[in-house]
């Protein structure tokens, strides 16, 4: 039992290892993406590169802009502190989160990534920098492969600290991240890399250590793609616990099922006989024509289930004597549902992919984007697998939705989101902020005439995290406002009106049901120049995920 659960704890350890290796081939996915898009290379290969300190505004159709908008899509705060494309022409974009730049440890970064010849690398450096991990990777001309520039990236060690969070807290082990010169990255404790560091030879592995007084199980697992090694120490007094607990659990489940089993043949050997004769009679006379017979069905074994099915047939058989004129109409009906029902969500994704695929093939990038952020919204509104989610992922729903408004008005619409990083995990329910984000956009951005902006913010008051949502559009006279919060769909939508207008109203009610009618919505609008919408959410501190520093971000 103990070598079992053991067993278990080392798969537990190599999960983690897989889920760490998921997260920087995603890194990496989106680096290739990056340094193979055209607009990068046309920007390396230029005569005039743009030089950029991370602090521009851009104009939305420049190549600067372009490239700022691609960084984007590979850079977030919550996990990078930075990224940044270098050329050998001199072009320089930098997105940062206010770090203080390490430049003698980026040339070594740097250097490395170009000795790699195009692959990715990892650097960490404990002593000069221990809170980031760099990559980087060295960008190519497409057709003649002749280097072009360096992508670089520095990645929290936090993060990945609180990605093994789980793993510790289940096995009650410590967790060690070394990198490839078994440099510690990150540990929930004491340093014990020196007692255990030559006995890491292989590519994963298990042995046992003693320190400070206690036996651990020491599991590892090296990672063939970036080189870290991660270690896990689990107290054998836990394993052995463990294994006790469920060897007791096991001899309790014997001997329950030992007397169960007793005890139901004695009932079983009772209670059969008797109902059997009493259903063979009953189906004598239904099969007489008597439609009347009933057998009973307080039974809870398989002759009520029994039971119950031959009343229920008897039942469905009247009906259907009765009902043979509607019968077909009915059928009709299911036919025809039944072929709607072949165009299902899955059908309407696969043809956005096959979209974006003809659109990436004819280097359409705008496009790509377009269907990639219609798909994603697809899918956030189609999806009934749950219904609450993270104030991270409604920023993600939002961003889709706003880079397809902004891409259709081009330079008169403009939006901005800031939300702190605290709020992040609070939970929410799904499409909450996205609703009063589209009503912003469809009734008061749409009908304007002049330039607009909206802004998207949130901050922790006190108890509450508070959302706002403000516009310069058209605005809305005092009873539009007012029946804001009737039922909307009671109303019927005016001519040429597209949307569906669930609108405020359906917001409120389910933040009535969610949070016992604790959340405010405040909104205040005047007509001509723009409405803003204050929500207000109870906060709860769950798992923080948030690094001390900067507490927001300006993302386009």
Known sequence: M????????????????VNLDHYFQLVENSFDYIANNNVVQEELESDEPYRSDGTERYSYYSRAGQIRRLLLQGYTSVYMKDIQLYGYNGANHLLSNERQKKENIEETVCSMAEEANGSCVYYYDREEDKDVIYIAKQIKDALTMEPLGILRASIKVDYLEKMAASARESLAAQIFLLDEEKQVIFNNGKDFSDLWGEKLTDINGSFKEK?????????????????FILVGMIPMSVLEKTAGELKKIASVLIVVSIVLCIILTKVLARGIAGPIEQTSKAMKRFAGGDFTVRLPEGRTDEIGSMNSVFNHTIEEIERLLKQLVEMETTNKDIEFQALQAQINPHFLYNVLDTINW??????????CHMVTAISSLMRASISNKKSMVTVREEIKYIQDYLYIQETRYGDRFTSYIEVDEILYDLQIPKMTIQTLVENSVVHGVENATWD?????????????????????????????????????????????ET??????????????????????INIESEEGKGTKVVLRIPFEEIRRTVADGTSGNDIR
Do not use: P, W
């Not at 704890?9 to 983690?16: D, M, P, R």
């Not at 320190?211 to 080189?227: L, R």
């Not at 005092?478 to 009737?486: D, H, P, V, W």
């Open 2 to 17: 103990t070598a079992q659960t053991r067993k278990q704890s080392a798969g537990v350890i190599e999960e983690l290892s």
């Open 211 to 227: 320190a400070d007084g206690k036996t651990y199980n020491c599991v590892y697992q090296k990672s063939v793609d970036t080189g």
């Open 358 to 367: 003809m659109a990436r093939k004819k280097g359409e990038e705008k496009i």
């Open 452 to 496: 607009c902006f909206l802004l998207v913010t949130g901050v922790k008051r006190g108890n509450m995290a508070v959302f706002t949502i403000e516009d310069n559009g058209v605005g809305m006279t005092e009873e539009k406002l007012t029946n804001l919060f009737e039922n909307t769909e009671e109303r019927k939508t005016g001519a040429g």
């Open 499 to 520: 949307h569906t207008r669930l609108g405020i109203y359906a917001v409120k009610k389910r933040m009535d049901y969610v949070y016992h009618k604790s959340a405010e």
